[in-house]
């Protein structure tokens, strides 16, 4: 599959009528034969975040739920991208993103046939080896037989390595605000090192200079209106600064930046303090997302 595929079959999903609730996601979706459903999980993992919202979420969630609720099935999208997708990388994303899921929910049942289809199945192996199973686990031994895990680490560290590591702290805030867009928008298939680099540092700044961490949201907000993203900034960020000791500066910068303001509607506060909530309250008004 390519990129082309993966545009034809986007542009169909984007199109289609956003199912109403999950239960209808899945009466469109299970009869669909698995060959389809592969292609199509295929091609979600290439969608960047900025286009995970309407259709694109709800296939996202109903693919998600698919280990939990139909455990054969699951194994049998599992299978087919196997041996029908190329891209390593998006085949990766099946295992924490799917395979781990379909063994905590169903390992008893499904283990045997996992077993029966590694004797033959050199990806399956190798796929295994990412499968991190807790030491108390009855199905460790099991798996330990099964897995490639030397092959899996080495194209693990391959795909976690960026070609240009970042050095944030060396950074302007505008670069880094314009890096921080550029790494928030990837798919979790292309995400690699340079995101938790960005995720440390800006913890960092929460810890020893939150002025600063609220520069870098507001130097965000001048270049980026992409909703999801903003949901991230407004959730992440500017949600873990806010505290008695920066309120002050929050309320500053949302009396003169109107998009500031809007962006704190998406920042949860139902656990802070009676006081800072009242003056969140105070600032959000009716504009809560």
Not at 85 to 109: I, W
Not at 138 to 164: F, I, K, V
Not at 185 to 190: E, Y
Request: aromatic fraction near 6%; charged fraction near 30%; include cysteine.
């Amino acid at each position: 599959m390519g990129l082309t595929d993966d545009t034809g079959l986007l542009e169909v999903i984007a199109a289609a009528p956003q199912p109403r609730t999950p239960d209808e996601t899945e009466a469109f979706l299970d009869p669909m034969p698995i060959s389809e459903l592969a292609s199509m999980w295929c091609a979600l993992q290439r969608v960047s975040r900025r286009d995970q919202a309407g259709s694109v979420w709800a296939l996202k969630l109903y693919f998600d739920r698919l280990p939990h609720r139909r455990p054969q099935q699951a194994l049998d999208l599992v299978l087919e991208v196997l041996e029908v997708e190329a891209d390593k990388p998006t085949v990766m994303q099946l295992n924490d993103k799917f395979l781990l899921s379909l063994l905590h929910a169903h390992g008893e049942a499904v283990i045997a046939r996992i077993e029966h289809e590694a004797a033959h199945n050199d990806r399956l192996r190798w796929l295994l080896g990412g499968v991190h199973v807790a030491p108390d686990d009855p199905l460790l031994s099991r798996m330990a037989g099964l897995a490639d895990c030397d092959a899996w680490q080495a194209d693990h560290l391959a795909q976690r390595t960026p070609r240009e590591p970042l050095d944030c702290a060396s950074m302007s805030t505008a670069a880094l605000a314009r890096a921080w867009v550029e790494q928030y928008s990837k798919s979790d298939r292309d995400q690699d090192d340079n995101l938790f680099a960005i995720m440390d540092f800006e913890r960092d700044l929460r810890e020893e200079d939150p002025d600063g961490l609220i520069d870098l949201v507001l130097e965000i907000l001048k270049i980026e209106a992409n909703p999801v993203l903003l949901s991230l900034l407004a959730a992440g960020p500017l949600e873990d600064v806010i505290n008695a000791a920066t309120i002050e500066r929050i309320e500053r910068e949302a009396r003169v930046n109107e998009r500031f303001r809007d962006l704190l509607g998406g920042v949860w506060y139902y656990r802070a303090p009676d006081e800072l909530k009242a003056r969140l309250d105070a600032l959000i008004g009716e504009s809560r997302w």
